[in-house]
């Protein structure tokens, strides 16, 4: 599986458990530590922890497992790093505090118009 696939597979799986502002943004040219960042709102510590457990355990049946899971505890930033992916669940407060979608801006944004519910 490709880095843009596992991108877009990502943005399927917190779309169907109800991701808020769902994003994927190309950062490949940007920095060496991947090649895309998934961005995705919770709506309480509880949704992030539940929107992180889908994708580790969709993905770990598909035999794909995450370098690290970071933040699950406190659950307000739960970072998921898939070496070429990096998903970043936030809830509201703490995703505009750290506005990563602004500091990231330069990046080239995925279409994920097509496999999002709208």
């Known amino acids: 599986m490709t880095s843009l696939e596992l991108t877009k597979e990502i943005v399927k799986l917190l779309d169907r458990k109800?991701?808020?502002?769902?994003?994927?943004?190309?950062v490949k040219d940007l920095t060496s530590i991947g090649d895309y960042f998934v961005i995705a709102g919770a709506t309480?510590?509880?949704?992030?922890?539940a929107l992180?457990?889908?994708?580790e355990e969709k993905l770990?049946?598909?035999g794909i497992e995450p370098r690290r899971v970071e933040g699950?505890?406190?659950a307000v930033w739960v970072l998921l790093d898939y070496s070429d992916v990096l998903v970043h669940i936030f809830t509201g407060e703490t995703r505009q505090f750290y506005s990563l979608d602004r500091l990231w801006a330069d990046g080239e944004p995925v279409d994920i118009s097509g496999i999002t519910v709208e």
Do not use: F, T
């Not at 109800?18 to 190309?26: G, M, P, T």
């Not at 309480?44 to 922890?49: L, R």
């Open 18 to 26: 109800k991701a808020e502002d769902l994003k994927a943004i190309r």
């Open 44 to 49: 309480s510590p509880a949704h992030a922890k």
């Open 52 to 55: 992180s457990d889908e994708v």
């Open 60 to 62: 770990s049946a598909l």
């Open 72 to 74: 699950y505890n406190s």
